[in-house]
């Protein structure tokens, strides 16, 4: 900042009384990255007896500085508040001063500082526990808005853009074919791969067209693209929301008598519900098409008994089933990313939470309502 | 200047009527002792004024003491923990919500950053609302759409989205589709931060000109004391330290009559003797 000899290698700090005031005698180069001496020093020389009556400075050998110099003063200028000491800054050079008055004209505000608080295991945990029971809570009572506007679509008074329905359809439907196939096309690998490496032992290799098909039309199909999706397009949603909440457009949507809700959930839950079962049944086709390479490559079963075999295992309640649990577990989705996304703090940092926060709770809820419904499927004997 | 006005539906379809604030009626606009907050943190408390017709009215106050706070409870995005926002004999804050829709279609709103529709051309950020609101058809919006960014200097960008443009056209083409319905009352936040001076100069005669010509009433958050004193014709000026308004009335008359410290160091740019002041006497 301001050299004022010839620079010495570091700083160096010695006190000295005169009657009695404690003298703080500065010299050398004051740099940040030299590191800075310890208040505890400063604080020693303040408390020792006899106990100094003011402060004062020699700064006759002070070299260079920077703010390095004034962050060691302003520490001593704490401790003199601290102690009802009068400092005197006088001997000091005036960029010193002026810069040590600026940085202490506003005053501390009270309690603007934040408290440091230390909280238990056992408060920690309810505190989690409540924030997954206000999660629930949440996400009902946004699906429930969401079902009015739902009604509101089904008498006509609805308002959202068709253009914007089609775009997401396109996105969460013809767009996700790419990573749908290679998934579900592994998937049915793997299950072929593992059933065939124990039903093979028994002679039964051609059970794995029945173990693949039924478990791909099922659960597997809906499962692997509801969970493709929440990856993909539920955190795309949680997304796009949160960066319009960011930059107000959403206020603006509200502020023109628009429903956000009607507007910008609406198009994508329909997106979602109507894709997502689209998807599962192509999931079914491709998960049976990865079992059947299996079995082709691997057992050397022929195709055509494949086939045959895999429509005497699979019924049509089984697909529809699947089906059925895929529209759910596209609301699900949806629900989840929008509503994540208008939770969305006002931050690019924030944003990026909502898309990871809509993905766990998607996939999460996902899994709960398949253990639901296989519960339910198990009750009514489907 | 030529301004159409499309008239406005209702929320049961038929058309609302075409002033909502007529100006033998009561005031546009009367806030009564709001008091806003953050859970049990409150930032401001008894907050009374009121908007004449053909206002440009002026919040103003330093850097986070509520200014844009108060827009927001105003607008009824941010609910208020006491007190009544009225908009002529509508009481906005008791309204059921779909009364409140249909009150917000008489306001336009100018956002900080423009607040544009991303996924939409200009047109059809300006257009949305008229498609929405209004018997119009596509061929008309699109004129109208045209006419009101051609109000704004933005004659020919009609098809260009927000992302192609500069952050000062994305906050004409923000005015431009805050006017669309031509409003009764327009709402403006910040319209200067992040402007160059001319840029801020002319978004200041926009405004006068708006208000001359479409009969509005205007209402302005702002800290630039160009724009206070160049359009403000009423104002309210809010502190942080004792959480209240503090001054009330035409920022001209509160420069030269006001006798509070706070309002003459924020219309005096903290006093002349500043170091800013001494430095450009000292530099001529």
């Known amino acids: 900042m301001q050299a004022q000899k010839q620079p010495q290698a570091n700083n160096e700090l010695s006190f000295a009384r005169a009657d009695k005031s404690l003298v703080v005698r500065l010299a050398g180069d004051w740099h940040l990255r030299h590191g800075l001496p310890s208040q505890d020093l400063v604080e020693k020389q303040l408390d020792a007896a006899p106990k100094p009556t003011r402060l004062t400075f020699d700064a006759a050998d002070l070299c260079d500085w920077d703010s390095g110099l004034l962050t060691f003063l302003l520490g001593v200028s704490e401790l003199c508040h ?51 029971a206000q999660g629930l809570d949440d996400f009902l009572r946004f699906l429930g808005e969401v079902a009015i506007s739902f009604a509101k ?21 013809a767009n996700a074919f790419g990573i749908v196939t290679l998934v579900t096309f592994l998937v049915g690998v793997i299950l072929a791969f593992e059933g065939a490496v124990q039903l093979q032992q028994f002679g039964a290799s051609i059970f794995v067209a029945d173990l693949v098909g039924i478990a791909m039309s099922r659960d597997m199909g809906a499962m692997m693209a509801a969970i493709i999706m929440a990856g993909r397009t539920g955190a795309a949603f949680a997304a796009q929301l949160g ?38 049944v192509y999931s079914d086709c491709l998960g049976v098409a990865g079992g059947a390479f299996v079995s082709a490559t691997m057992l050397h079963i022929p195709l055509a008994t ?63 309502a398949c253990g639901i419904f296989a519960f339910i499927f198990n009750i009514i004997g489907i | 200047m030529a301004i159409t006005h499309p008239s406005i539906k209702s929320t049961d379809g038929k058309h609302a009527s075409v002033t909502t604030f007529p100006k033998d009626g009561p005031p546009p606009i009367t806030v009564k002792n ?37 827009l927001r409870h105003m607008l009824g995005l941010i609910e208020p923990a006491k007190g009544e926002v009225w908009y002529g004999d509508f009481n906005f804050t008791k309204g059921e919500p779909e009364q409140r829709e249909e009150m917000l279609r008489h306001f336009g709103v100018l956002y900080q950053g423009g607040a544009l529709w991303s996924s939409m051309t200009l047109a059809e950020n300006v257009g949305l609302p008229l498609g929405e609101f209004t018997d119009l058809s596509q061929g ?25 443009i500069s952050g000062g056209m994305q906050k004409r083409a923000g005015l431009a589709r805050a006017i669309a319905l031509d409003p ?49 014709n009423n104002s309210v000026f809010l502190d942080a330290e004792s959480k209240t308004m503090i001054a009330h009335g035409d920022p001209k008359d509160l420069l030269a009559h006001c006798t509070d410290h706070r309002v003459q160091t924020f219309l005096t740019r903290g006093g002349e003797d500043n170091k800013t002041e001494k430095s450009a006497r000292q530099h001529g």
């Open chain 1, 82 to 132: 601290k102690r009802n000491l009068p400092a005197d800054w006088g001997p000091l050079p005036e960029g010193v001063r002026s810069l040590i008055q600026l940085a202490e004209a506003v005053p501390e505000k009270t309690g603007a500082r934040a408290e440091v608080s230390h909280t238990s295991f056992i408060e920690e945990l309810g505190r989690e526990a409540i924030s997954y």
């Open chain 1, 153 to 173: 679509l089904a008498v006509g008074k609805a308002r959202f853009r068709r253009v914007d329905l089609m775009i997401v359809i396109q996105d969460c439907g």
């Open chain 1, 243 to 280: 960066s319009m909440k960011v930059t107000q457009e959403i206020d603006a949507l509200t502020t023109m008598g628009i429903s956000p809700l009607e507007f910008l959930v609406l198009p994508r839950v329909l997106a979602l519900f109507l894709m997502i079962p689209l998807l599962c």
């Open chain 1, 306 to 368: 494949y086939i045959r075999e895999t429509r005497h295992a699979v019924t049509l309640t089984d697909i529809f089933g699947g089906i059925f649990k895929a529209a759910v577990y596209g609301i699900i989705i949806a629900v989840a990313g929008c509503m994540r996304g208008f939770q969305c703090g006002n931050s690019s940092s924030a944003v990026g939470d909502a898309a990871t926060e809509a993905v766990v709770t998607g996939v999460v809820y996902v899994i709960v």
């Open chain 2, 34 to 70: 709001l008091t806003m907050a953050y859970g049990t943190f409150v930032l401001m408390k008894d907050i009374n004024f009121t908007v004449n017709h053909g206002d440009i009215f002026i919040i103003m106050g330093g850097s986070g003491s509520g200014k844009s706070t108060l």
């Open chain 2, 140 to 164: 008309e919006i699109r004129e109208v759409a045209a006419l009101k960014l051609a109000l704004v200097g933005l004659m020919g960008f009609e098809g260009y989205y927000p992302s192609q």
């Open chain 2, 184 to 232: 009764e009352i327009l709402f403006f936040d910040e319209p200067s931060a992040g402007l160059d001076p001319i840029s801020s100069r002319l978004l200041d005669d926009l405004i006068l000109e708006l208000r001359d010509n479409l009969g509005a009433t205007v209402v302005v958050v702002t800290h630039e004391l160009a724009s206070i004193f160049a359009i403000g």
